[in-house]
């Protein structure tokens, strides 16, 4: 199980196939240190895909 930072974070595999993208945003704290904040958005394909392997299970949208 992943820990920390990389929890969120899809696979190298994923990436590359244009599942996901990773949105990072820079927060500025008030004592002068920076934060780096990253989100996992899923893009069209990967909504497709999804949808195309909970069908094939049985459990797609109707």
């Given amino acids: 199980m992943k820990h920390g930072d990389g929890r969120n974070m899809p696979t190298q595999r994923a990436m590359e196939l244009g599942l996901f993208e990773i949105k990072e945003t820079v927060i500025n704290r008030s004592d002068g240190g920076v934060d780096v904040k990253r989100t996992t ?6 909504v497709f895909r999804k949808q ?11």
């Avoid at 958005?41 to 990967?46: E, H, N, R, S, W």
């Fill in 41 to 46: 958005k899923v893009t069209g394909p990967g």
């Fill in 52 to 62: 195309v392997l909970l069908q094939k299970k049985g459990c797609g949208l109707r």
